[in-house]
């Protein structure tokens, strides 16, 4: 099993950035997939998360309006599109599987994670 999560990088305050978390492994129609994120020194917490079939999302309110998670079936493949960035966006990203149709904001819920990228948001 394996996430690949990428795409992160250095942006300005308002920029953008879109993540990626490429898998393998696994059979990834049947899994939620959320991305959390890490700042230095603080927890990991929960960003976005989307169903097995895109159908369902959910967002931390801290990005709603800002933030757009999709998924591409064929492909294996999440997209976190990033938008109007904030400095309190900098963080370590991961993407993570749960083995169910939709699965929340819990860490504990999330079978395999990725290495994470990183988010480093200028002001």
């Known amino acids: 099993v394996q996430l690949q999560a990428s795409g992160g990088g250095l942006v300005q305050t308002g920029g953008s950035l879109r993540l990626s978390c490429a898998t393998s492994g696994f059979a990834f129609d049947d899994y939620a997939i959320g991305w959390f994120r890490q700042a230095p020194g603080e927890e990991r917490e929960f960003v976005a998360t989307?169903?097995?079939?895109?159908?369902?999302?959910e967002y931390t309110n801290s990005v709603k309006g800002r933030f757009t998670i999709s998924r591409d079936n064929a492909k294996g493949t999440v997209y976190l599109q990033m938008n109007s960035l904030k400095p309190e966006d900098t963080a370590v990203y991961y993407c993570?599987?749960?083995?169910?149709?939709?699965?929340?904001?819990?860490?504990?819920?999330?079978?395999?994670w990725g290495q994470g990228t990183l988010v480093t948001v200028s002001s």
């Open positions: 993570a599987a749960a083995r169910r149709s939709f699965a929340g904001t819990l860490t504990r819920d999330y079978a395999f």
């Open positions: 989307i169903s097995w079939n895109g159908g369902s999302t």
